[in-house]
């Protein structure tokens, strides 16, 4: 090989070199934005849309109550359920819904609580959903005693078993003998408060995610996810009962409520 044309490929490896390091320098976003509020991949896909269009696709098994089968004993700690693709669904008040079915054990003193757990579902804080349930009571006959919308509670917790949204009921009935878990029309229509905000990212940031930026949203509810049920122990009380439901309302402040010395008694009386 002659030294011009060894000088030729040595000059062509060269260009091709620096082209790859300003396609690599041009690759590297000027914003960071944290992996859970970055968008999805394909933005024109809604996982919601998809799946409230696959649910309403399924072939109901069950419309009455006494068509479910309640063979499986409420879990003694929170057991984790998956609803969705593969589940069976119900059609209770023509409303299409996943579901749960238990035996409530006989042999514990009342009242006694019941923990839930709803997990965020979907790779994106931005674009997940939450599956949002109902629980209705039912004696032996599989009549219904008591029928709730489980309000849900925001809590980040140190490990994945305390982090979600969370709720409970009280069973106080001694006829209650099943439980059904499912979700209403109007759960499925609902959203759940959630303190995690982008408002710390930069402004171009959070514009460019189109996300509330008065620092915090709301999750919607959808119809399928992970739940968690089962009855009530110490780590999910302690969650739930520091689990935030909603913003706290504002107010004139501590100080204007004290009988201070340098406030008159008829200012004092106002407050």
């Known amino acids: 090989m002659s030294y011009r044309a060894h000088a030729l ?5 060269a260009a091709v070199v620096l082209s790859g390091c300003h396609t690599a320098k041009a690759l590297i976003p000027k914003t960071l934005i944290p992996p859970n509020l970055r ?20 072939s109901p098994c069950c419309s009455s109550f006494a068509d479910f089968s309640y063979r499986s004993l409420l879990p003694w700690q929170p057991q984790k359920f998956t609803l969705g693709s593969g589940s069976m669904v119900a059609n209770l008040d023509g409303t299409h819904s996943y579901f749960l079915a238990f035996q409530l054990p006989t042999a514990l003193k009342l009242p006694y609580r019941v923990a839930l757990k709803s997990e965020l579902n979907g790779r994106w804080l931005h ?27 925001e809590h980040m917790g140190w490990s994945d078993e305390t982090t979600g949204a969370f709720g409970s009921f009280k069973v106080a009935s001694k ?17 759940t408060y959630w303190e995690q905000s982008p ?6 940031a959070a514009a460019t995610l189109q996300m509330n930026s008065a620092g915090s949203f709301s999750i919607p509810h959808g119809p399928d996810g992970s739940l968690w049920i089962g009855l009530m122990n110490d780590t999910y009380e302690k969650a739930i009962d520091s689990s935030v439901c909603g913003k706290s309302p504002k107010g004139d402040g501590l100080l204007n409520s004290l009988p201070l010395p340098w406030r008159s008694d008829k200012q004092h009386d106002r407050s």
């Open 175 to 191: 006829a209650a003998r099943y439980l059904l878990v499912y979700s209403s029309a109007k759960q499925q229509a609902g959203k």
């Open 199 to 204: 408002a710390a990212l930069s402004n171009s």
């Open 9 to 13: 490929i040595t000059a062509l490896l």
């Open 127 to 153: 674009d997940s959903y939450l599956f949002a349930p109902t629980v209705v009571m039912l004696d032996a006959g599989f009549q219904p005693i008591d029928t709730q919308d489980i309000r849900l509670c």
């Open 39 to 58: 968008p999805t991949a394909q933005a024109d896909v809604d996982p919601l849309k998809q799946a409230q269009a696959q649910l309403l696709q399924a």
